[in-house]
């Protein structure tokens, strides 16, 4: 049943009413305050449009404003502080801001720097003199000098035009990594912002009064201007703005609501707020560190196929990996050796198979070290990248106190994370494209010696025959999302800005492959999970019990087909909050630590002199004597 809305008709006006709502389900629209998916339409106190009497019995129809339903029962306010002095947030650090168990402050040595960059903006103005963006227009209108008397207007009119993003909003998490960000680079002091306006913009984000943020319309050079605009939008009250006490409505409302004013913007301060890369940035550190974690597990999930599939250990034996030393080949090669070392933990199935006819395992088996390997050192490239670009002032023009002068220059330009995140994108989602392979192993009953499709019953039973199918599709939208946007480059600004990094789309799109490969990764756990109960009642080493014992609290075993989509986002929520890693990772560093030797069991199929002289060894026959 559809509520009663919140506004009241008139009572020669039942007609309009009943035509009004046939009117809102023809279009597939409820009441604009009813949720519909993920999406709800604002109340009209949010709006400020309700519908009004037409003169003839009907109403005018409002514009309506699709607003997320962000749902934050269990927020708590934190109360903890994490201090930026503008040189050394960690990508850590800024997905804790995001996730809200941070409140901000700034160091004294920070403050004293704000403090004197504005000194030298306060002088530009009260001489007259002739800076880029402090007493002129911007961009083409860079010659256009602005009358000291509209120095302020000219402010706010930079970040009411430059308003002009498109698509969804950011969600909470990433607007307030955003908006920590760039208090971050403020607070550097080379932005001429005042003190007393940035510490109002950090009450903003204490408060968690979150601005509407549109995803679209960066093209990462100069800055993320669109985006960041609408954040300094919500600041100056004007937009939409949402916080967990308040939900969606009028900036100005959501501010009042908290105790607090918007800002009234002072010469170059518009800029401030708005000229850097922190859109591109600050997606790219959610990125980096969803692929630090999905990295590492994966390690975790092709172990425990090698298991399934009985596979051998040779292959991530210490030598092999000293003779070719990439960092991350050799870690991940430990990390195997770490869950699998039959010797340290002992393996039922590996024992039931150490004495087959196998020479050696496929590649996406055998070579998992170099694979994956490859995938962790491209993560460590790019987060140094983005470590640096969190730290770094990316303003123009940049105001240097010390000098006492302002200078024109490129830091704004996006290049740096974007070509970063275009990277991460290729490298992560290989783990995705051996991990399909793995699949495929496991679900094909002519390689993986198991039932087809991990199901008994097969025919009366589909199992795991399009799980696989969906790992694939996801493979495929991979190769289409690995494309560099960085690669592209359109003129903008009346060919002001004649070269730009397409950096947004790199971090946006570098998320969503990210998310894929957690996703067929999931897939996977799930299938060598499910390969372990027809290998009952053998047991593996007890690092690779423990994750299927994870796996089992969440999911119960396939014994007939059912709906397999919640069991896959069950896995894959194992996997975002990174609780496969926190089961075997204590077995690992105690690995470690511990300096175990490496066991090197023998095999008829592993070569090796000792071996051979063994078997040349015969007792001698009676007439020998």
Not at 278 to 293: D, H, K, P, Y
């Amino acid at each position: 049943m559809v509520a009663s809305p919140r506004w009241t008709t008139p009572a020669s006006s039942c007609a309009a009413a009943k035509a009004w709502a046939c009117w809102t389900m023809r279009t597939h629209w409820t009441w604009p305050w009813r949720t519909m998916s993920s999406w709800k339409w604002a109340p009209w106190s949010a709006l400020g449009a309700p519908p009004t009497s037409d003169g003839a019995g009907g109403f005018s129809i409002p514009q309506y404003y699709p607003l997320p339903d962000f749902r934050y029962s269990k927020y708590r306010e934190p109360e903890k502080y994490i201090a930026l002095d503008g040189d050394s947030l960690t990508t850590e650090d800024l997905v804790s801001l995001g996730k809200g168990h941070y409140k901000i402050k700034l160091t004294p040595t920070a403050e004293k720097r704000v403090q004197k960059s504005r000194e030298v903006i306060d002088r530009i103005v009260e001489e007259k003199t002739v800076v880029y963006g402090i007493t002129t227009g911007f961009g083409k209108f860079a010659r256009t000098v602005i009358p000291v008397s509209k120095l302020e207007e000219l402010q706010f009119n930079l970040v009411r035009s430059h308003s002009s993003g498109v698509g969804k909003p950011l969600s909470p998490e990433r607007c307030r990594m955003l908006l920590a960000l760039r208090i971050n680079v403020l607070a550097k002091g080379y932005s001429g912002i005042s003190l007393g306006t940035l510490k109002q913009v950090i009450e903003v984000f204490n408060a968690s009064c979150l601005p509407y943020v549109p995803e679209k319309g960066t093209v990462g050079a100069s800055g993320d201007l669109a985006p960041l605009s609408h954040l300094a939008l919500g600041l100056i009250g004007e937009g939409k703005m949402w916080s967990p006490k308040s939900g969606w409505a009028d900036a100005k409302y959501v501010l009042a609501a908290h105790g607090l004013k918007p800002i009234v913007l002072k010469p170059k301060e518009g800029l401030a707020l708005i000229n850097g890369t922190q859109m591109i940035t600050s997606l790219g550190c959610e990125a980096v560190e969803r692929a630090s974690a999905i990295a590492r597990q994966a390690d975790i999930v092709a172990a425990l196929t090698l298991e399934v599939l009985k596979g051998t250990t040779k292959a991530f034996d210490t030598d092999i990996h000293a003779v070719r030393p990439h960092r991350g080949q050799v870690e991940v090669a430990f990390r195997f050796r770490s869950l699998l070392d039959s010797d340290h933990h002992p393996s039922e199935i590996a024992e039931s198979h150490r004495f087959c006819d196998r020479v050696q395992d496929a590649y996406t088996l055998r070579c998992c070290p170099q694979v994956h390997g490859v995938v962790n050192d491209t993560i460590a490239f790019v987060k140094n990248i983005i470590t640096t670009e969190i730290n770094s002032a990316t303003d123009n023009p940049m105001v240097f106190a010390s000098r006492g002068e302002t200078i024109s220059g490129g830091n704004f330009h996006g290049e740096y994370p974007a070509k970063a995140l275009d990277y991460l994108a290729i490298g992560v989602h290989e783990l995705a494209s051996i991990s399909e392979r793995r699949i495929e192993r496991l679900c094909n009953p002519s390689l993986s010696e198991l039932p087809a499709f991990l199901v008994a019953e097969g025919g009366l039973n589909s199992g795991f025959m399009i799980a696989h199918c969906t790992a694939a599709a996801l493979v495929s939208e991979n190769k289409a999302l690995c494309h560099p946007s960085s690669v592209d480059s359109l003129s903008t600004s009346a060919a002001t800005e004649d070269h730009v990094s397409m950096g947004g789309w790199a971090a946006r799109k570098a998320l969503r492959v990210i998310e894929h490969v957690e996703q067929v990764l999931a897939i996977e756990l799930l299938a060598a999970c499910q390969g372990i109960e027809f290998l009952r009642p053998l047991k593996t080493t007890t690092p690779l019990e423990k994750v299927y014992d994870l796996v089992r609290s969440v999911v119960r075993p396939w014994i007939k087909d059912r709906f397999m989509a919640p069991d896959i986002e069950a896995a894959h929520r194992l996997l975002v909050e990174q609780k496969v890693w926190e089961v075997a990772a204590p077995y690992i560093e105690k690995y470690r630590m511990e300096h175990i030797p490496e066991s090197r069991p023998v095999s008829p199929t592993a070569f090796s002199l000792e071996f051979l002289h063994k078997k040349s060894t015969k007792i001698p026959e009676s007439e020998d004597l």
